[in-house]
């Protein structure tokens, strides 16, 4: 209709131009400049956007994850089928993060891009609730009380929509959470955070295995966090030190580097410090994992 109302405008228009009425002219262009923004209000209208905000200024690197999650859930016309990635891998290695930024950077992809919670079943449940509200899916309060169905209504707008849009469950380490969440159908893409190596094979169909940085990735990361020069060789021996100890996780390194620039703090000065932590971690806590003592030393560090 809107391509049928601007032919006809532009006929009055060149009509009018022939004529040598010039203020006739100029209402018809400005007619056109109306229908023009009516438009694109109407386009931004129909996208929905369900993100977190703690999006990371310090992120750094994880070009391979991003690259690896854009080949299979960026939309292309060739295929409108269903798409699912999982990003898996231990806690701290920055999987949130990634999907974090995958949102941000294809942003213009989608027209509709939700975030759920997905560490457990209410969180997951008050998620689309606001996912519910969000997309006027309910009417009333008292149907945006009903959880199961604010997540059947969500399902199938993503069923039905023909628009591009990007699903992510972040955090499901549990996946037996998902078994009713996950869309079974429609036009979109579904992203997924878990500790779960498995969920690359069901509910997902291809996947990305997150590790800790090496101690060259490690040590540049922390370098430009703290705002080092790199290319120097004695701060590159002690970044590579400082990510040997911290375990190459991205999580503590990041967490570190801003306890660093606070205390203005040399390298050198920090694993002496940070060995005397861990052994006061060792003296409270037992049966822990390496990565979760790592964790636990950083922060109790950061919280002096």
């Not at 490690?218 to 430009?224: A, Y």
């Not at 004695?234 to 911290?246: D, H, S």
């Amino acid at each position: 209709r809107i391509r049928r109302m601007s032919a006809t405008i532009e006929s009055e228009a060149d009509f009018a131009r022939m004529k040598g009425d010039r203020g006739k002219y100029d209402d018809v262009l400005g007619l056109m400049e109306k229908m023009k923004e009516t438009k694109l209000r109407d386009e931004e209208a129909k996208q929905y956007r369900h993100v977190p905000s703690f999006l990371s200024p310090r992120f750094w690197g994880r070009e391979d994850a991003l690259n690896a999650i854009e080949q299979v859930l960026a939309p292309t016309k060739a295929s409108t089928r269903l798409k699912s990635f999982a990003l898996y891998g231990m806690g701290g290695v920055g999987k949130t993060q990634i999907a974090l930024q995958y949102a941000q950077r294809h942003r213009g992809l989608y027209k509709v891009i939700l975030w759920v919670a997905a560490d457990n079943v209410i969180n997951m449940g008050q998620t689309f609730r606001d996912i519910a509200k969000l997309l006027r899916l309910s009417q009333t309060e008292q149907g945006l009380q009903d959880t199961n169905g604010c997540m059947l209504k969500v399902k199938g707008f993503l069923t039905d929509t023909s628009d591009p849009w990007l699903l992510i469950f972040d955090n499901a380490d549990n996946l037996e959470v998902l078994r009713h969440a996950w869309p079974t159908n429609g036009e979109g893409s579904i992203l997924l955070t878990t500790r779960d190596p498995s969920a690359v094979h069901s509910p997902a169909s291809h996947g990305f295995q997150v590790v800790p940085f090496d101690d060259t990735e490690g040590s540049e990361v922390l370098l430009h966090l703290v705002g080092l020069d790199s290319s120097a060789s004695p701060n590159r021996e002690k970044a590579i030190a400082i990510t040997k100890a911290l375990g190459g996780l991205p999580l503590a390194l990041t967490q570190i580097s801003g306890f660093i620039v606070q205390r203005k703090m040399p390298l050198e000065g920090f694993l002496p410090l940070y060995k005397r932590n861990a052994s006061k971690i060792d003296a409270r806590k037992t049966g822990i994992s390496d990565y979760e003592h790592t964790l636990s030393t950083v922060w109790d560090m950061s919280l002096r």
